[in-house]
T-cell receptor, first 109, second 114 residues
Framework: GQNIDQPTEMTATEGAIVQINCTYQ??????LFWYQQHAGEAPTFLSY??LDGLEEKGRFSSFLSRSKGYSYLLLKELQMKDSASYLC??????????WGAGTKLIIKP | DAGITQSPRYKITETGRQVTLMCHQT?????MFWYRQDLGHGLRLIYY???????DKGEVPDGYVVSRSKTENFPLTLESATRSQTSVYFC?????????????FGPGTRLTVT
């Protein structure tokens, strides 16, 4: 079966760095997305990785290792507004998007 | 306003009733999607559409019906609502299929079936 695993919840301190991991087992791979979802709101796109390596975008970076079926989202200089759920999603061989359950990130002052 | 909208935002209905959730996008995106989001689960795809008059089942289509007569609209109908269909429903659109194109989500409809 297809599976995406993320930690359910993480806590971090304002100004610190946090890494949210995502491991996947899917039938094929055509890319990995990270979305941010604030409570009660819609998911919004953060990043897309299709090749191995690190993609940096401001305070957020996303890493992919296809051989390990592994990705992480790195958030630097955490701000209170980063409190949200972070969703990992993988496009499989049929170009269907498979979603993880999301990681709820709690930022403490 | 440009974007993707959903209506109603909140709906309470009774078991057995028919309910239609509306979705409208102004970008002329080819692809549109319906998801449900439940606690402890990822977004689950109900139906998607690649273009007007082309629809296909997703992971959890049972109990739902969709249509797409116009590119900009993609309504979702629950033919006979059940309590297990209590959920938050998100509509999304994309320029292309889910290979490398981000999806843009509507604000969601919170549906409660009593």
């Amino acid at each position: 079966g297809q599976n995406i695993d993320q930690p359910t919840e993480m806590t971090a301190t304002e100004g610190a760095i946090v890494q949210i991991n995502c491991t996947y087992q899917t039938s094929g791979f055509n890319g990995l997305f990270w979305y941010q979802q604030h409570a009660g709101e819609a998911p919004t796109f953060l990043s897309y990785n299709v090749l191995d390596g690190l993609e940096e975008k401001g305070r957020f970076s996303s890493f992919l290792s296809r051989s390990k079926g592994y990705s992480y989202l790195l958030l630097k200089e955490l701000q209170m507004k980063d409190s949200a759920s972070y969703l990992c999603a993988v496009t499989d061989s049929n170009y269907q998007l498979i979603w993880g359950a999301g990681t709820k990130l709690i930022i403490k002052p | 306003d440009a974007g993707i909208t959903q209506s109603p935002r909140y709906k309470i209905t009774e078991t057995g009733r028919q309910v239609t959730l509306m979705c409208h996008q102004t970008w002329s995106h080819s692809y549109m999607f319906w998801y449900r989001q439940d606690l402890g689960h990822g977004l689950r795809l109900i139906y998607y559409s690649a273009a007007a008059d082309i629809t296909d089942k997703g992971e959890v289509p049972d109990g739902y019906v969709v249509s797409r007569s116009k590119t900009e609209n993609f309504p979702l109908t629950l033919e006979s609502a059940t309590r297990s269909q209590t959920s938050v429903y998100f509509c999304a659109s994309s320029e292309r299929e889910a290979s490398s194109y981000e999806q843009y989500f509507g604000p969601g409809t919170r549906l409660t079936v009593t």
